[in-house]
C-alpha cells in the first residue's frame, strides 16, 4: 500500500448536494467508551458508555465528517456529566460546522448497597443515559435512570388466602430539569432517582441478602403491593413537589410470574405552573 | 387450591385513586403471537409478532383489567393489517373503556427474491412493524419495514486506487399515509417500501446468490456508492413524489467495516403542500 | 454490469489448501426462514425458525460452496421435524461433499393454554430447538425446550411470617432418545417436555388468567415452593423413569425478583442401565 | 416488619435432599460488576464484568446458599485474572463447601490503537471472557477473546471486474495453556490474541481513521482477501507454532454484506507432539 498525503485525497463528503433535503442527524453510534461519572458524595466513578453522538446537516452539503465525532470525544474522555456535556456539544457543533448537536450516553452505574437487617454490603447497577442537545436556539439535557424493584400484586395478595405473586419490575425515570434560583441548569442526581423509585415500588432490589434480610425484604413487598400504575403514580407524586424537574417521563414494566408477557404502564408529566 | 367464582372476588383495579394523576399507557407487552397479514400480490402470509396492547386510564382509577387486552387478541387473531387495525383499536377501547387505544405489532415480513442473473429464487425476511392508535378524536397508522441493504463507502472508493469498503447496513422506513382521493385512508405496502429503499442504497441483498450473482452484485454496489446520508435522501426523494406518504421518518444504519462501531442517518420529511 | 456465464467463473473455493486444518463446521448462521413443525395431536404448525447449517471441510479444500445450503434448506422448506432431519442433513453431506452435516434449527412453538378455574383459552409460545448432526458413523438428535415457570422461594416462604417471594424462571430441557423396541428412533414431543417441567415448578405461567385462575395459581405457586435445583431434580426424576430419554441436561434459571442478578442450577443426566 | 436474629430463621437449604440427583451446577448468573485486569504493559485496567459463579452440589443436599456467592465475589473485587483466579475458586470453593467450583467474567476490554498511516490514537473495544474451574483433582483456565476484523471475500474478488464485497467480522479465540517450563500455568496476553487475529484476517479495524488511513486500510483489505475458513486457519497456524496453547477453539463469524444471513467457521485444535 501506497500512502498519500491527506491533503491530496479528495473531501468527498464536502461537495455539494442538489437534492435540498437537510439531513437531521448524522453520526456515530454502539461506540463503547471509558467514562466517568460524578457521585453524589462526590466521588468520580469510571464506568463504561454505549456512545451516540451526531449533528444536523444542511440540504446542500453531501456529508458529514465522522471521524471528528471520536476526536471529539477523545478530547473529553476524561468526563461526561450535566456539567460537561454543554462544552462536548458546542466542540462537536464547531468542530462538524453544525447547527445543532446530540449526544446520548447510556452506562451501567454502581452504588453501594446495604442490606436492611444484616448491613451486609455490596454492589448494584442501575442502567443510566445521559442525552444532551444544543443548537443555536436550544440546550436540552435529559438525565435517564433505570431502577429494578420488586413488585407484589394487589390484586393477587386481595383475592387468594395466602401468598401473592410478585416479580422483578424495572421503573425508567427520564428527567429535564429548570433552571435553579441563580439561574444555573438544576440537577438531579443519579442516587435520587434510584431513592425515589424505591419507595414507589412493592421493595427495593439488593444484590446481597443473608437470611434476616430475606425475610425482612418479602414482608415488606408483601405488606405494599402496587400495580405498574401505582408505581408510575407514586413516583410523578414525589418529583412533582420537587421544585427541579419540569418534565418527566416514567416507565414501569413487570416481568410478570404468572404470565410469558409483560405488564407496563407509563405517563408524562409537565410542570404547569410556572414558564419552562 | 379451593376455587371461588369470579362474582365474590374483590375487583381491586375499579378503585378510585386520588392521586390525580392519569396514566398515559398502560398494557400488556413482549407477547408473542400468531398473525396473519395481506401480501400485496393478494395473499395472505401467517407469522409470528411480538405485540404490545395499552389504553389511557383516567386518573380516578386504580388500574386497568390486563385479562381483556389479551381476550380481545385472540378474537382478532385472524388477522392484523391496516384495514382490520382500526376494528382491533376500537374493540380495545370498548371493552377497556378508554379514551385512547394503542396496538405495537412487530414481525418479519418473507418476500421471494430473485438472483439479478441466475433467477435462483429464495426467501428473505424484513422486520416490519403495524403501530395503530385510536382516541376519541383521532386515528393514526404508522407502517415501519426495516431493509437490509449493501452500502459502499463513495469517499474510500474515490480515495482508494483499487476497493472500496462496504457493509451491511439497515434502513428503517416509517411511513404515515394520508388519505385517497375518495376519502378513505391511502396505504402502502410493505413491498413497495423494500423496492424503494433497495433502490437507494449501492445493492440490495439476497438470501441465495450463485457466482455469476455475486460478480453481478459486486459491481453493482461498486457502481454505486452511498453514504447513509445519501440512502435517507434517496428514500425521501422518491416517497416525496408519491402523493399517498404525508410523513416520513427515514434512518440508515451502517455496520461500518473498518470500525467496531456504526454510521447512522436519520431525517423526517413532512408534506407542506397539502393539508394534512 | 456485464453478466458472465458460470461456466467462466473461477471456482475459488475449490482449490487445495496447504495448511493442513480441517474444519470443523462452516456454514451459514442467523438465517430466518418459514418452517412447519408436527404437533403432538396431529396438526402441522406454521412458525418462523433461525436456522444455522454447516458441515465440515477437509484439510485440503480452500472453502466450502456458501449457497449450496440455502439452495438445500428451499427443497425441504415443508417440513422439519425429527423425521425430515435426517434427510436434510443427508441431503447437505452429499450436496457439500462433507464427511459430517450439522443442522440448528430454533423457532417459537405455540400451544393452546386453559386457565385452570374458567377454562378460559389462549395461545402461548415455548422456544424451541433441533439439533440434528450426520457424519459417516454417526447420527445425532437433541430436542431442546425451553419453559417458563413461576417459581417460589421455599427459604423465604419458611422464614417469613407472610408471603414468600417469587418470580418467572426458565427451565431448559435438552434431551437425546435411544431407539425404541423396534430399533427406531425413539422421540419425545415438545408438549411432553412442557407438561413435565411444569409440574417440576411452583406453578405453570399462563397467557391468559381471569380473576379466579390468578387466585389460584397464587395458592398453588405458595404450596409447591421450589428452589432451582429442585425443578432440576424434579424434572431429571420424571425422565429416568422414561425408558425413552438416553441423556437429559436439564437448566433452570430464575430471574430473582428480590436481586438484580439470576440465579440458576444445571444437570446432566445419562442412562447408565443400558447400552446407548 | 419485624426483623428475627439469624440464629432462628431456619436453613432449608443444609436439608437432606433424597432423590439421588447430584446437581452438576447452582450458582448466580448476570450479576454485573467493576473488575481491574492486568494490561500486557503492566498497567491495571477497571473494566465493568458480567459475572456467572456456581459450584457442585452433592446428591444428599437440598440447595446452595447463594448469598456466599455474593460476598466470596465482593472479597476479591480488586481484580480477576489468571494468577487471582484460583484463589477465588478454591474460596468459592471452601465457603460453599463443594467438591468443584466454576467462574465465568465476560468484560469488556479496551486498547488504544493507532491508525496506521496518520498515527491518530483512539481506543477499541475487545469482548473478553475468563473461565475458571476448580476441583480436588482439575484446575482449568481458559481465555477467550472476540476481535472484530474486516473481511474481503476472495471468490467475490476474483471474478468481478472491480471491488469486492467486504464486511464487518468477528474472530473468536479460547485459548488453554499448559505449563511454562518451571511448571507454572502459561498464559497468553489478550493483546497477544488480537494481535495474532488482525494479522490473520483481510484488515484491522480501528476506531478512528482519517482519510489517509481509509485509503491505506481499503487497499490492504483488498489486497488480503480471506473466507472464514482460512481466518481460522490463520488464526491456528501461528499459535499452533507458540509453545504454550495447549488447546483451541477459533470461530470466524461474518455479517456478509451481500446476505442477511452470517457465515462462520470453527475448528478446535489439541495439541498432540507433548502430554497435555
Redo the contacts between chains.
Keep these: 500500500?501506497?500512502?498519500?498525503?491527506?491533503t491530496t485525497?479528495?473531501?468527498?463528503?464536502s461537495r455539494r448536494?442538489d437534492?435540498n433535503?437537510?439531513?437531521?442527524?448524522?453520526?456515530?453510534?454502539?461506540?463503547?467508551?471509558?467514562i466517568v461519572v460524578w457521585e453524589r458524595g462526590g466521588g468520580r466513578q469510571?464506568?463504561?458508555a454505549q456512545i451516540?453522538m451526531?449533528v444536523s446537516?444542511p440540504h446542500d452539503f453531501?456529508?458529514?465528517h465522522?471521524?471528528r465525532f471520536?476526536?471529539v470525544l477523545?478530547r473529553h474522555?476524561g468526563e461526561v456529566t450535566i456539567r460537561t456535556m454543554p462544552l462536548i456539544l458546542a466542540d462537536l457543533k464547531q468542530h462538524l460546522d453544525a447547527e445543532r448537536a446530540r449526544v446520548e450516553v447510556a452506562f451501567?452505574y454502581?452504588m453501594e448497597r446495604t442490606a436492611p437487617?444484616?448491613q451486609?454490603?455490596?454492589?448494584?447497577?442501575y442502567e443510566c443515559r445521559f442525552v444532551g442537545e444544543l443548537s443555536d436556539t436550544a440546550n436540552d439535557f435529559i438525565l435517564t435512570v433505570t431502577v429494578?424493584v420488586?413488585s407484589?400484586?394487589?390484586?393477587?395478595k386481595?383475592?387468594?388466602?395466602?401468598?401473592?405473586?410478585?416479580?422483578?419490575g424495572y421503573v425508567t425515570v427520564e428527567v429535564r430539569c429548570g433552571q435553579d434560583e441563580g439561574g444555573a441548569p438544576a440537577m438531579i442526581w443519579i442516587e435520587e432517582v434510584v431513592e425515589v423509585v424505591e419507595q414507589s415500588a412493592s421493595?427495593p432490589?439488593?444484590?446481597?441478602?443473608?437470611?434476616?434480610d430475606?425475610?425482612?425484604?418479602?414482608?415488606?413487598?408483601?405488606?405494599n403491593p402496587a400495580?405498574?400504575?401505582?408505581i408510575?403514580?407514586?413516583v410523578?407524586?414525589v418529583f412533582r413537589e420537587d421544585p427541579r424537574p419540569n418534565w418527566l417521563k416514567v416507565t414501569a414494566?413487570n416481568?410478570?410470574?404468572?404470565?410469558?408477557?409483560?405488564?407496563?404502564?407509563?405517563?408524562?408529566?409537565t410542570r404547569t405552573d410556572r414558564p419552562s
Excluded at 21 to 34: A, E, K, Q, T
Excluded at 160 to 168: L, P
Excluded at 214 to 220: D, L, S, Y
Design positions: 500500500v501506497t500512502s498519500t498525503s491527506t485525497l479528495t473531501d468527498v463528503q448536494d437534492r433535503i437537510p439531513i437531521d442527524l448524522v453520526g456515530v453510534s454502539d461506540l463503547r467508551y471509558p469510571e464506568t463504561i451516540a451526531s446537516l453531501k456529508g458529514t465522522m471521524s471520536i476526536e477523545n474522555r451501567p454502581f437487617v444484616s451486609a454490603r455490596s454492589l448494584m447497577d429494578p420488586n407484589l400484586c394487589p390484586c393477587s386481595e383475592i387468594s388466602d395466602y401468598g401473592a405473586h410478585n416479580q422483578r421493595s432490589v439488593y444484590p446481597l441478602l443473608k437470611r434476616v430475606e425475610r425482612h425484604v418479602t414482608m415488606q413487598a408483601y405488606e400495580f405498574v400504575e401505582d408510575v403514580r407514586n410523578i407524586q414494566v416481568d410478570e410470574s404468572i404470565h410469558n408477557h409483560r405488564a407496563f404502564a407509563q405517563s408524562v408529566w
